[in-house]
């Protein structure tokens, strides 16, 4: 139980385009869905928090004109990269948890997408 | 701003010993500590939950200690295999509420050779 899933698994995109990731939890509930970049070697920053039916949290630094995080559903959120550079390119991961998956405190993760710029 | 370490980049062993990551944090104690495994070109795996009044937390051939006066935990991996090798990173929570931020230190690439 407990599987989150992301869509697409790698994406490569011209610069200046958007592109849609999304994140589906497969069967739970997903009352806060979290937002990740990873650089290489590095380990996960957190992007933004949200919560179904409202506007996301983002972190200090995160533009969120640019990173368009929509999450209508219990079951999905999306994350849209607007007008992506080179320096967008990264590893974005998404995690969600819920009560009903046996502890609020245990973040599930997707299994990430790979985002290259051109 | 709380900081998280986890002081090896890298840990080389011989299969069969015990596996044995730090993790350490400056600043308040979290309500509670997680550890997690991370293959290349995944997503984190959750492993194990330690909350701020456990000393002690054991998984099959885990095991996660949790000091809050050290502000540290060990996470241990004992008879370790080949297919323990990955990144495992360690992560704080920020606020102490349900569904809270986590932060993540920068992970400890473990390799188990045969």
């Known amino acids: 139980g407990a599987v989150v899933s992301q869509h697409p698994s790698w994406v490569i995109c011209k610069s200046g385009t958007s592109v849609k990731i999304e994140c589906r939890s497969l069967d739970f509930q997903a009352t806060t869905m979290f937002w990740y970049r990873q650089f290489p070697k590095q380990s996960l920053m957190l992007m933004a928090t949200s919560n179904e039916g409202s506007k996301a949290t983002y972190e200090q630094g995160v533009e969120k004109d640019k990173f368009l995080i929509n999450h209508a559903s219990l079951t999905l959120s999306t994350l849209t990269v607007t007008s992506a550079h080179p320096e967008d390119s990264s590893f974005y991961i998404c995690?969600?948890?819920?009560?009903?998956?046996?502890?609020?405190?245990?973040?599930?993760f997707g299994p990430g997408t790979r985002l290259t710029v051109l | 701003s709380q900081k998280i370490e986890q002081n090896s980049e890298a840990l080389n062993i011989q299969e069969g010993k015990t596996a044995t990551l730090t993790c350490n944090y400056t600043n308040y104690s979290p309500a509670y500590l997680q550890w997690y495994r991370q293959d290349p070109g995944r997503g984190p795996v959750f492993l194990l939950l330690?909350?701020?009044?456990?000393k002690e937390k054991r998984k099959e051939r885990l095991k996660v200690t949790f000091d809050t006066t050290l502000k540290q935990s060990l996470f241990h991996i004992t008879a370790s295999q080949p297919a323990d090798s990955a990144t495992y990173l360690c992560?704080?929570?920020?606020?102490?509420?349900?569904?809270?931020?986590?932060?993540f230190g920068s992970g400890t690439r473990l390799s188990i050779r045969p």
């Open positions: 992560a704080l929570d920020m606020s102490g509420s349900s569904a809270s931020k986590i932060i």
């Open positions: 330690i909350r701020e009044n456990e």
């Open positions: 995690s969600a948890s819920s009560p009903g998956t046996g502890s609020t405190d245990t973040q599930y």
